[in-house]
């Protein structure tokens, strides 16, 4: 079964500093996702990536796909308060449903 | 913007009695899904729905678990006899295709046994 580590666990980061979020698979991606989790809140989509070496970009959010599509990486600049949660990588997982297979989150703080 | 709707956003039960949660999924979506978060843990899958059937399901979803889609926009899991440990909060997803297309969230229904 696939599996997805997250890098780091939980960040602090100062408002205005750049942070990245790391998504490693133990198997090939073929649809790699990014939602963003307020604490006990729903999954917001932010962004979905196919293709070895993609980059897509919403405001002051960047998310990579390597070229092996074995990882991603979610990049903030410019942080801001607004920018706090949970941040999940998910991997669609080939089956009967197409499945989301979910990371272990990375929890982020902006402090002023 | 169209979204997934889901009631009741939170429900608490006696161990033992039968839920419903209920989830509207986007209306021109073809493929169902409900996931659940037991707290401070990982979303994990529990089943897979498309055409009236199930495609897909976890080890989780055993047979106390059940989902219909009884009209044209209900999407419904139904848990006979909750237990302590089916405490978590529920997440109902939906998208209009395979692989390229989004997989679109619910806000979720806290699902609290005692």
């Known amino acids: 079964s696939q599996e997805l580590e997250q890098s780091p666990q939980s960040l602090i980061v100062q408002e205005g500093k750049n942070l990245t979020i790391n998504c490693t698979s133990s198997k090939t991606l073929y649809g790699l996702y990014w939602y963003k989790q307020k604490y006990g809140e729903g999954l917001i989509f932010l962004m979905m990536?196919?293709?070895?070496?993609e980059e897509k970009s919403h405001e002051k959010i960047t998310a990579k796909l390597d070229e092996k599509k074995q990882q991603s990486s979610l990049h903030i600049t410019a942080s801001q308060p607004s920018h706090a949660g949970i941040y999940l990588c998910?991997?669609?997982?080939?089956?009967?449903?197409?499945?989301?297979?979910f990371g272990t989150g990375t929890q982020l703080k902006v402090e002023l | 913007e169209p979204e997934v709707t889901q009631t009741p956003s939170h429900q608490v039960t006696q161990m033992g009695q039968e839920v419903i949660l209920r989830c509207v999924p986007i209306?021109?979506?073809?493929?169902f899904y409900w996931y659940r978060q037991i707290l401070g843990q990982k979303v994990e899958f529990l089943v897979s729905?498309?055409?009236?059937?199930?495609?897909?399901k976890s080890e989780i979803f055993d047979d106390q678990f059940s989902v219909e889609r009884p009209d044209g926009s209900n999407f419904t899991l139904k848990i006979r006899s909750t237990k302590l440990e089916d405490s978590a909060m529920y997440f109902c997803?939906?998208?209009?295709?395979?692989?390229?297309?989004?997989?679109?969230f619910g806000p979720g229904t806290r699902l609290t046994v005692l």
């Open positions: 729905f498309y055409n009236n059937e199930i495609s897909e």
């Open positions: 998910g991997a669609d997982t080939p089956g009967g449903g197409n499945k989301l297979t």
């Open positions: 209306s021109n979506h073809l493929y």
């Open positions: 997803a939906s998208r209009r295709g395979q692989y390229t297309d989004t997989q679109y």
């Open positions: 990536l196919q293709k070895g070496g």
